[in-house]
């Protein structure tokens, strides 16, 4: 079992430019979530999807785009990065209902340039 | 809308000794689960305990355990024995019970614990 794996680690973008951050979770868990992490802010929600083909807006979705074409990925669009999109993104999945907790991912470090 | 304050941006403990971590939240509902998740320099969020509203008795994992006081809408974690692994942001979190809110979390802003020799 890998958990919840995040594709890349690491990435640097000018501004303007586009990338996808892939996340994978092999446990069969119905939600994912992308959160983005910053100094001083704690975790905030992007976009999350409750089941494959659906996606819904979190605290701050504005300039992501989301897909959840499979059950087990979730992917993160950012179409034209700008430098306030420089932050730790980290994916989770969960179960669906009962207390159970969120895994994360490793997380991503993106600076935009 | 929920949320979840921690007021304590920095905590120091030193070895052997007991900590407390605290966190208060707002809501209006009756049925939530709260979470601590630790987040190590490796940056992997790992959780560290969680509590259902619903139960009385505080969670306890080892050396953590929470001091759970439903009415006041606070959620403390304390560490005992601490050890030096043991440093690393401590985060909050709230989801609720309800159906429908697709088991989001809302998280406090962390409190970073540094362990002392």
């Known amino acids: 079992n890998a958990g919840v794996t995040q594709t890349p680690k690491f990435r640097v973008l000018k501004t303007g430019q586009s990338m996808t951050l892939l996340c994978a979770q092999d446990m069969n868990h119905e939600y994912m979530y992308w959160y983005r992490q910053d100094p001083g802010m704690g975790l905030r929600l992007i976009h999350y999807?409750?089941?494959?083909?659906?996606?819904a807006k979190g605290e701050v979705p504005d300039g992501y785009n989301v897909s959840r074409l499979k059950k087990q990925n979730f992917l993160l669009g950012l179409e034209s990065a700008a430098p306030s999109q420089t932050s730790v993104y980290f994916c989770?999945?969960?179960?669906?209902?009962?207390?159970?907790?969120?895994?994360f991912g490793p997380g991503t470090r993106l600076t935009v340039t | 809308a929920q949320t979840v304050t921690q007021s304590q941006p920095e905590m120091s403990v030193q070895e052997a000794e007991t900590v407390t971590l605290s966190c208060t939240y707002d809501?209006?509902?009756?049925?939530?689960?709260l979470f601590w998740y630790k987040q190590p320099p490796s940056r992997q969020m790992i959780l560290v305990i969680r509590q259902e509203a619903y139960k009385q008795q505080n969670a306890t994992e080892n050396r953590f355990s929470v001091n759970f006081q439903k009415a006041a809408k606070s959620f403390s974690l304390k560490i005992s024995d601490s050890q030096l692994g043991d440093a690393a942001m401590y985060f909050c979190a709230y989801r609720s019970a309800l159906t429908g809110t697709a088991s989001k979390l809302t998280f406090g802003t962390g409190t970073r614990l540094q362990v002392t020799l």
């Open positions: 809501t209006s509902e009756s049925d939530y689960y």
């Open positions: 999807s409750v089941g494959e083909g659906t996606t």
């Open positions: 989770a999945s969960s179960y669906r209902q009962g207390s159970y907790e969120q895994y």
